[in-house]
């Protein structure tokens, strides 16, 4: 079982940073692949960034490549997803998610554990 905790968001200009982070409970941290989602009003949940579990594989959805960077501390049990030259676009709730396994992964439903999401507003 793995209970994870989002912080980081809030109200951020467009073209500044922010990093969120994801704090995870349990022993086996190191056990899991991660991921951010993302979801704005009226749309679906999207995957933003995932990161394997050793953390030497990423996927970023296109929209965000260059911008974002997804990295994990298995010491801190932690995973981080910094936001640089954040979009009006980007404001969303955003979702860390969990799951056993080695690899990338990118859909909803391969993932177990939900944190319950930090709101982040890109103003114009």
């Known amino acids: 079982q793995v209970q994870l905790v989002e912080s980081g968001g809030g109200l951020v200009q467009a073209g500044g940073s922010l990093r969120l982070s994801c704090a995870a409970s349990?022993?086996?941290?190191?056990?899991?692949?991660l991921a951010w989602f993302r979801q704005a009003p009226g749309k679906e949940r999207e995957v933003v960034a995932a990161i394997s579990r050793s953390g030497s594989s990423t996927y970023y959805v296109d929209s965000v490549k260059g911008r974002f960077s997804i990295s994990r501390d298995n010491a801190k049990n932690t995973v981080y997803l910094q936001m640089n030259s954040v979009k009006f676009e980007d404001t969303a709730v955003y979702y860390c998610?969990?799951?056993?396994?080695?690899?990338?992964?990118?859909?909803?439903?391969?993932?177990?554990?939900w944190g319950q999401g930090t709101q982040v507003t890109v103003s114009s």
């Open positions: 349990g022993r086996t941290f190191s056990n899991y692949r």
């Open positions: 998610a969990a799951a056993v396994g080695v690899l990338v992964a990118t859909t909803p439903s391969a993932y177990e554990y």
